[in-house]
């Protein structure tokens, strides 16, 4: 399929682009080095504006974030200093406001909201060019317009986590869902989502989006104006991802959807998805350019690279055995697992071919799950007196993906070991 590709100028860019930034012929400078007059030793403080929401690491002891330095102090001198710094945030800080998670001990050292946005003065170490933040001393939200509408956002990111708490567990599974904090989630369900080759879903990307865009569409069906309906459904996938902030597989999925979306508007109902890939692709590498080898960039444009090259022939053989519905989401799922088959094998040194088969029904009832959510969210902020038994009902549904997912995740892995 893809031989007839070969004389489209954006597919043939992002084939050379690939060439060149994985093979090693082209190094990428980064845009953003952290510079300053001060040596990284001696450097004690930091302030600057948070970039990104912090994401709980693994080891479960700090958040990471990406933070836009303005000034450096030593001991004895100061700085400025420009360029982003990957920092790491003690959990006992960042969880401050979370629901469950009140740390008396962290108001001395600075028990404030952190989100995107806002400009803090932090104090700890480097170490391999990564900042440790031991203190924070101080934060601030521009007076702007734009700083309102980050501190409107991290409002209503923190409430949004304290309805999901109440939810229990289920909230939690929703929560990572919706918004990509993950810290409510049950580490055994996130290690089984890993396990059985569903790590995509918990990953905000394209199937999050396609959601909300049918949201949007059956909102602009009921207008009945077709230009009316691709713009809702612009404002839908904008306020999605400034909710939820942009990650490399989110931000690869809000290009792709947008330039979608503007073929449409423009009259052309038969987009070319791999031209739009390819485009996205390029797109995507100018713009943050950091993301070129993030793992979630790689991993999600190969596996929908391999979704529209190979689903089509996957679906002809699934046809003659599965009904149409079935064939159509193992197609899917075939197609994606063996582009990325070979990144995982080399990069995590496993396999899960199970996920070919739990992608199939697993995906369904997670979408059933969001937009029971959705709809059970609005219903509590209308009648609050629902929200119990709304909760009963969003961890029956957890309930049931949990234990498939558990069932797939205890499938043999394909190992380098």
Known sequence: MAIKYFDKPFFL?????IFLFYSGVLNIPERNKFNCLLPQKDIQKLSGTLLSSPVKISNGKYYSATFQTEHAEGEKSKSTAFGY??????????????????????????????EA???????????????????????KWPQNFTGKLDFFRALCRLHFKRLMYAWGSGGGLLLALLSGAKEYTEESTSLAFKNAGLSHILA??????????????????????????????????????????????LLRAFICAILTLLGNMNGNEKT???????????????????????????????????????????????SKLFPAFLSNSLAASSGAQIFTAPISLKIFGSFSPIGIIATSIVSPLITVFIYSGLLLIILCMILPGLSKPSGIFINFLYTIIKNLVNIFSKAPKWSLN
């Not at 860019?13 to 682009?17: D, K, Q, V």
């Not at 391999?128 to 101080?138: A, G």
């Not at 996938?237 to 597989?249: E, M, T, Y």
């Open 13 to 17: 860019a992002s084939i050379l682009c």
């Open 85 to 114: 710094v990957k920092i790491f945030i003690p959990s006992e800080l960042v969880e401050a406001y979370f629901p469950g998670k009140l740390f008396s001990l962290a108001k001395e050292k600075g028990a404030y909201i952190y």
């Open 117 to 139: 946005g806002a400009f803090y003065k932090l104090k700890g170490t480097f170490h391999q060019n990564q900042f440790y933040v031991k203190e924070c001393n101080y934060i």
């Open 204 to 249: 905000l990307s394209g199937m999050h989006l396609s959601m909300f865009s049918a949201i949007s569409i059956f909102l602009g069906n009921i207008i009945g104006r077709k230009k009316i309906t691709c713009l809702i459904r612009i404002i839908t996938l904008i306020l999605f991802v400034w909710f939820a902030g942009f990650s490399p597989s």
């Open 272 to 318: 070319d998805l791999l031209i739009i890939l390819s485009f996205s692709f390029i797109i995507q590498s100018i713009i943050s350019p950091s993301d070129i080898y993030n793992i979630g960039f790689i991993m999600s444009y190969t596996a929908l690279a391999g979704i529209l090259i190979f689903s089509r022939l996957f679906k002809f053989i699934y």
